[in-house]
């Protein structure tokens, strides 16, 4: 597709016109449980060379089942994606409860947790400030339920993981900043 910004709409226009909208939903029993068997989410490492898995482990909390103890070892379905630091820290906050979380790269244990003020079922992402801070940023909210809820900042303590100091603070718009005193370098290439 090439020519100007209007002529490639148009072609994506007419090259979706036949698109069908497609409503995902989770197939659940009357109470609201998944109708399959649990684990209902994963976190999981792959060695890229050999294609084993290395670890896997649980994903996050099924809110509707907090009243069941074993529940927290099922996960949650999740819709988001890690963010894999040099470092050796894995972010997720991809599940159905409100935690970020940080995870060690080689054995799958959970170093750090914090509540988001809603779940963000988002992507993680990083920046360095010109001070050499690094941050990891995700944004939470805006998921069917969630509703608006007030501007909320706050600074958790700081938690060890893998040398890095890491604090959670929340910022309006549900934008979670986790600083970290040091990541080891920067995020793995690729």
């Not at 890690?82 to 995870?103: E, N, Y």
Request: hydrophobic share 40%; proline share 8%.
């Amino acid at each position: 597709m090439g020519g100007h910004p209007a002529e490639r709409t148009a072609a994506v226009l007419a090259a979706t016109r036949n698109a069908v909208p497609v409503r995902v939903q989770l197939l659940t029993s009357p109470g609201g449980i998944l109708c399959n068997p649990p684990p209902w989410g994963t976190l999981a490492a792959v060695d890229l060379t050999s294609g084993d898995v290395r670890w896997e482990v649980p994903l996050g909390r099924t809110p509707e089942l907090s009243a069941v103890p074993e529940a927290r070892h099922w996960g949650s379905p999740n819709y988001g994606g890690t963010l894999t630091t040099a470092g050796g820290l894995v972010f997720i906050a991809a599940a159905r409860d409100t935690a970020l979380r940080a995870f060690d790269v080689e054995t799958g244990t959970v170093l750090w947790e914090a509540d988001l003020p809603t779940s963000a079922q988002a992507t993680p992402m990083t920046y360095r400030s010109a001070s050499g801070k690094q941050f990891v940023v995700i944004a939470a909210g805006a998921t069917r339920g969630s509703g608006p809820t007030a501007a909320i900042t706050s600074r958790s303590r700081c938690r060890e993981a893998r040398g890095a100091c890491i604090r959670l603070k929340v910022m309006p718009y549900h934008t979670a900043l986790a600083s970290t005193s040091s990541l080891r370098g920067a995020i793995i290439p690729g």
